[in-house]
Structure formats: C-alpha cells, structure tokens
C-alpha cells in the first residue's frame, strides 16, 4: 500500500519561512513524478511544483523564486522549501505522484496546514 505523509506546516508571519516534507512508503519514487498542490478554503486546488524523475521543475508563477522543490530519492522524499510566505499562500499543501508517462496524479497525502499571518 503506497502512503504519502507531508510534514513540516504551520503558523507563520509573512515574510517567514517553511520547509515542507513528502515521504513515501510502499513504493520508490525515482521513477515518479512527484508535486505539491494546495487548496486554499473555497478554492480549486492547485498545482504549486512539480519534479520529473530527470529533475526537470514546474513552478506556478505565484510563487517563482520563493518556493523550491527537491527531491531526494534515497530517502524516498520531496521537499518544498518555501520563503517569503504571503497570506495568499495560506492552504492545505497536499503531496501527490504519478508515475512517468501517466497525466493521471494518483497517489496523495493528508495534506499539511500552511497559514501566514502576522
């Protein structure tokens, strides 16, 4: 059974910093493609980063240059530094995979509780 569990949310005042977590289990990501969406209270979810098996990198313009995604196979994680956080990025942040080829995402996570607010 494939489980992705995302750690590392919380309360934070604009300008702060967090560094998201997406570790897997049952399977191994190297050959996935690995995201982070968020859902924001009465808003659609939303595709925030994405990482190819290959490295290759997807940011939604909102949040170029202040979020990075990495991702370490070994240690079968994703990761989503982010900087400079705003109130608008306050949302549920949500893991998800699908595997290379495949447009469907079809693992996810519980979600993680990011808010920003002074």
């Known amino acids: 059974q494939v489980q992705l569990v995302e750690s590392g949310g919380g309360l934070v005042q604009p300008g702060g910093s967090l560094r998201l977590s997406c570790s897997a289990s049952?399977?191994?990501?190297?050959?996935?493609?690995m995201a982070w969406f968020r859902q924001a209270l009465g808003k659609q979810r939303e595709l925030v980063a994405s990482i190819t098996p290959s490295g290759s990198i997807y940011y939604v313009e909102s949040v170029k240059g202040r979020f990075t995604i990495a991702r370490d196979n070994a240690k079968n994680t994703v990761y989503l530094q982010t900087n400079n956080l705003k109130p608008e990025d306050t949302a549920v942040y949500l893991c998800s995979a699908r595997r290379w080829g495949s447009s469907t995402w079809i693992y996810w996570g519980q979600g993680t509780q990011v808010t920003v607010s002074s």
């Open positions: 049952g399977t191994t990501i190297s050959s996935m493609t």
